[in-house]
């Protein structure tokens, strides 16, 4: 299996966290301030504040208005055994399902950050093949 590496953004970025990074004992401790020094020109910590504030508000509001609508559903309808929510969040997905067993019904939700370009993928395969590579030398 060949191993592309993830793209230039991330190599870069990734040598830029790595120079802010230090070891103590076990631990790779990063600076406070480590995700707002490598915003982007034009991007704010107010705007990504404000950003996440409302993707907080906007996933447990989806997951309250589905789960509630599931709930109608299949109190209404006992041979539906599972339903499902998925919705865009930005670039991203939040999804909620709630199934119905022998205690009820059961609700689970979750937020997904995607991988668009596979680059969190691609990092995973790289280091595994590197640690494979050291195991074996």
């Known amino acids: 299996m060949s191993t592309k590496n993830p793209s230039k953004t991330v190599l870069e970025l990734s040598a830029r966290i790595k120079g802010a990074l230090s070891v103590k004992d076990d631990q ?4 406070d301030t480590l995700y707002a020094d490598t915003l982007p020109d034009g991007l704010t910590m ?3 504040n404000r950003v996440h504030d ?3 508000v906007f996933n447990a509001s989806c997951h309250l208005a589905a789960g509630q609508l599931m709930t109608d559903v299949m109190n209404k309808d006992e041979s539906i055994q599972q339903m499902t929510f998925e ?3 930005g ?3 939040s999804a909620f399902a709630t199934s119905r067993g022998k205690d009820g019904l059961s609700y689970v939700g979750s937020y997904i950050a995607s991988d668009h370009n596979r680059d969190i993928e691609l990092v995973s395969a790289s280091l595994r ?3 494979k590579s050291v ?3």
């Open 135 to 137: 195991a074996s030398a």
């Open 91 to 93: 670039k991203d997905m």
């Open 54 to 56: 409302h993707r907080n």
């Open 87 to 89: 919705t865009g969040v």
């Open 46 to 48: 107010d705007t990504v």
């Open 28 to 31: 790779v401790i990063a600076p």
């Open 129 to 131: 093949a590197k640690a």
